[in-house]
């Protein structure tokens, strides 16, 4: 789930209640790691699947930390444009 508490684009903050599932845990960190600054994620599943997806999100340079019951995804200044080198063509938060 992602809940920002103060956003500086302008934009309403989005708050989503998801069924807790690997699958859908995968789902919701791959848009955490898209979004510009911090997303946090509550009650995440976790599984095999999912610390995998998350150590390669690490990889590519998403600092995933843990608070309680949930975890926190924060991208990088450059990280889109570190995503663009690495799969030109890929959408990117501003192509979606």
Do not use: W, Y
């Not at 997806?53 to 930390?65: E, H, K, N, P, S």
């Amino acid at each position: 789930m992602r809940t920002p508490s103060q956003r500086t684009d302008g934009l309403a903050p989005l708050t989503a209640r998801v069924p807790g599932s690997k699958s859908i845990t995968n789902r919701a960190l791959l848009p955490a790691a898209a979004a510009t600054g911090v997303t946090r994620l509550r009650a995440p599943r976790v599984s095999d699947d999912t610390l995998a997806f998350r150590t390669a999100l690490t990889g590519l340079g998403v600092r995933i930390t843990e608070t309680g019951d949930a975890c926190v995804a924060k991208t990088f200044p450059g990280f889109h444009d570190e995503l663009r080198r690495l799969f030109p063509g890929a959408a990117t938060p501003q192509g979606i």
